[in-house]
């Protein structure tokens, strides 16, 4: 019999030791068996979350499959992944983060859908439930397929998490893995580098929970429109040479972006110099309306496109 394929999955961490259990047991529960796990530490040495992480991983530490490494210090999710890929062995390449789970059969599912496709197919990712509280959700129904480059570079391809890519590890390593310098944006920025080359399937079944009842995170709108700024200027290359059609789909894609963050955030002052310096039309404003009103109606999570 042929041996299946080995993949490698890459758990980073940081202060979530409590779902950590969860997320590595997804793995180890899955029906395709060729499987090693990186777990990557990114809590500060000597820290309580780094203490309770360490006994956690005594758990699994008869496992050969998995192997578990430690940063000194807090080096961020684009680092930590990036430690993952330097000793992953896999031929093809996934990561999970602390606090999401895979349904059994995601990694055969994902391996079978690759292995079936030429390699200008890079990837693929597949529907996904994000779960905000325990009677909140809303579910995935993003699906399109391709060539997909504009589409990422807009970040409007919804993949709900970074946990939800599986790709071909030759192409991680074409593209030197992720971006350290992003805080934030990581997966998003690397999902534009790899599309920019390749093409995505998608798989049609709900194979990851995206778990952000446990998230708590807290950020003003200046540190969003920072991590805004860093993105277009990582990017401005790319999206100056663009055809003026697509250029201006970005742009204002984008910028519609920003201004529901500035609602959000309660930046009110900030919409109309957003809509203005960016020439964003009227009916483009309509139709991002009609889009977010029929996210929250119907509970599903998509992209908008232009």
């Known amino acids: ?28 529960e899955q029906t395709y068996e060729n499987v090693e796990i990186v777990v990557v530490d990114d809590n500060f040495s000597g820290s309580v979350d780094r203490k309770i992480t360490e006994e956690l991983m005594k758990e699994y530490e008869n496992r050969k499959n998995i192997r578990y490494l430690q940063h000194s210090s807090n080096l961020g999710g684009s680092a930590a992944r990036n430690t ?17 789970e895979f349904s059994e059969v995601k990694i055969e599912r994902q391996i079978s859908c690759l292995e079936n496709l030429d390699e200008s197919w890079g990837c693929c990712y597949s529907s996904y439930r994000v779960v905000k509280s325990e009677n909140s959700f809303q579910v995935s129904s993003e699906s399109r397929s391709g060539n997909l480059y504009i589409e990422a570079l807009m970040r409007t391809l919804f993949m709900g998490s970074g946990s939800n890519l599986l790709l071909r590890k030759s192409i991680v390593d074409e593209i030197e893995g992720y971006d350290e310098s992003f805080v934030r944006n990581q997966d998003i920025e690397f999902l534009v580098r790899v599309l920019e080359k390749y093409k995505i399937a998608y798989i049609d079944e709900e194979l990851l929970i995206i778990h952000q009842e446990e998230r708590e995170i807290k950020r003003t709108f200046e540190e969003v429109e920072e991590y805004t700024r860093h993105y277009l200027e990582t990017f401005d290359n790319r999206i100056q040479q663009l055809s003026p059609k697509d250029k201006k789909r970005v742009i204002e894609v984008i910028s519609l972006e920003r201004v529901r963050n500035a609602v959000q955030l309660k930046s009110f002052k900030s919409i109309p110099s957003i809509l203005l310096e960016n020439n964003v039309e009227i009916k483009s404003i309509f139709k991002y309306l009609v889009y977010l009103i029929k996210r929250v109606l119907t509970h599903k999570s998509y992209g908008f496109y232009l």
């Open 84 to 100: 993952g890929l330097k000793v992953a062995k896999g031929e093809y390449i996934t990561f999970l983060d602390d606090d999401d």
């Open 1 to 28: 019999m042929e041996k299946l394929p080995l993949a490698t999955v890459v758990i980073p961490t940081y202060k979530r030791p409590n779902s950590l259990n969860r997320a590595i047991d997804s793995i180890l």
